[in-house]
């Protein structure tokens, strides 16, 4: 049984020229965020960007990356473990790769490094075990997202 919790709404703009950016407003939230590629993306899309940004894909990554790691140190935090950043430290890596003529992401991988005190190792390693099961982004991504588009189209 599936309910409703909450509805992201953002606003996409593609900023005029070739660098494939696009500026994004998140509802609700102050600011801009702007998007557009770099590395080894760029290349695919044979585009030399003047500024380079993050690209969608990054953003992705961080998505999953950031929500693993806000679990984890929730999980942290409810057995007594400090998730400060001096103990608490993630990476997350994503690996992109052409498929059959389209950029994927393939696979996230998140690195942690965590400092505990010498009685807390067997908590942290609980913590560790069943975090990833509660997070939000990483089990959307892993089960699969429907995508859908509609369109409007006005003639002048």
């Not at 600011?31 to 899309?45: L, P, S």
């Not at 992705?60 to 430290?89: F, H, K, M, Q, Y």
Request: net charge negative.
């Amino acid at each position: 049984m599936s309910r409703l919790m909450h509805i992201s709404r953002v606003k996409i703009h593609k900023e005029p020229g070739k660098d494939k950016v696009k500026r994004v407003e998140f509802e609700g939230f102050p600011g801009v965020t702007r998007m557009g590629v770099n590395g080894g993306i760029a290349e695919f899309f044979k585009v030399q960007p003047e500024e380079p940004l993050p690209s969608t894909l990054d953003y992705v990554v961080a998505a999953v990356g950031g929500c693993l790691t806000g679990t984890l140190a929730g999980a942290l935090a409810g057995r007594g473990i400090s998730s400060d950043p001096e103990n608490l430290e993630a990476v997350a890596e994503g690996r992109v790769e052409e498929i059959d003529g389209k950029l994927l992401l393939t696979h996230i991988t998140v690195k942690y490094r965590i400092k505990v005190p010498k009685d807390q190792r067997q908590a942290a390693e609980r913590a560790l075990e069943y975090h990833s099961e509660r997070c939000p982004v990483s089990e959307s991504v892993k089960r699969g997202i429907t995508v859908e588009w509609q369109s409007e189209i006005v003639e002048e």
